[in-house]
T-cell receptor
Framework: GQNIDQPTEMTATEGAIVQINCTYQ??????LFWYQQHAGEAPTFLSY????GLEEKGRFSSFLSRSKGYSYLLLKELQMKDSASYLC???????????FGTGTRLTVIP | SAVISQKPSRDICQRGTSLTIQCQVD?????MFWYRQQPGQSLTLIAT?????????ESGFVIDKFPISRPNLTFSTLTVSNMSPEDSSIYLC???????????FGPGTRLTVL
């Protein structure tokens, strides 16, 4: 099993920084993925981590600690358009599909 | 990255009928998947569409209810058979590829069963 856990909802203020955490358990870790999904739209790929550490991509960064089974997505300089669900997904050795968490619904308020 | 199209984008169907959803990828991909997602809920994997062989279904999903075809490396169909209102959902096609072997998603098909 994958046991992917992330908070259900978060609220943050425009211009601020928010960190969305994800913990997972897997028998054969093969990458950690973050996706963004706006209401009524398909998920879109944001980031990928396979080694420990921080990957930065513009306003978004993603961190991974394999020993702790932990990742976070960091969103800086929040904008209203960042209001969306953020899905944590884990790749597992021997599995074709990614295993998705239930998603964190982020609301950005003025 | 692969671009995925689906049709229809939405449909309203009567109970007891069947609907076939088509998924087209703009490049050859090894893995294709079908998901279901209720509004505001998480993704649920229905099956992996295997090229040239029968699809691999997840627990709770059966071929008689959700027959899947995958005639080549760029195209797949999902049929929702003998529909009931409980089948009302968004159905998403996905393919694996890209620099990190990530999954891409089609825009989804919003199905309403009356």
């Amino acid at each position: 099993g994958q046991n992917i856990d992330q908070p259900t909802e978060m609220t943050a203020t425009e211009g601020a920084i928010v960190q969305i955490n994800c913990t997972y358990q897997t028998s054969g870790f093969n990458g950690l993925f973050w996706y963004q999904q706006h209401a009524g739209e398909a998920p879109t790929f944001l980031s990928y981590n396979v080694l420990d550490g921080l990957e930065e991509k513009g306003r978004f960064s993603s961190f991974l600690s394999r020993s702790k089974g932990y990742s976070y997505l960091l969103l800086k300089e929040l904008q209203m358009k960042d209001s969306a669900s953020y899905l944590c997904a884990v790749g597992e050795t021997g599995a074709n599909n990614l295993f998705f968490g239930t998603g964190t619904r982020l609301t950005v308020i003025p | 990255s692969a671009v995925i199209s689906q049709k229809p984008s939405r449909d309203i169907c009567q109970r007891g009928t069947s609907l076939t959803i088509q998924c087209q990828v703009d490049s050859q991909v090894t893995m294709m998947f079908w998901y279901r997602q209720q509004p505001g809920q998480s993704l649920t994997l229905i099956a992996t569409a295997n090229q040239g062989s029968e699809a691999t279904y997840e627990s709770g999903f059966v071929i008689d209810k959700f027959p899947i075809s995958r005639p080549n490396l760029t195209f797949s169909t999902l049929t929702v058979s003998n529909m009931s209102p409980e089948d009302s959902s968004i159905y998403l096609c996905s393919a694996k590829g890209g620099a990190y072997n990530e999954q891409f998603f089609g825009p989804g098909t919003r199905l309403t069963v009356l």
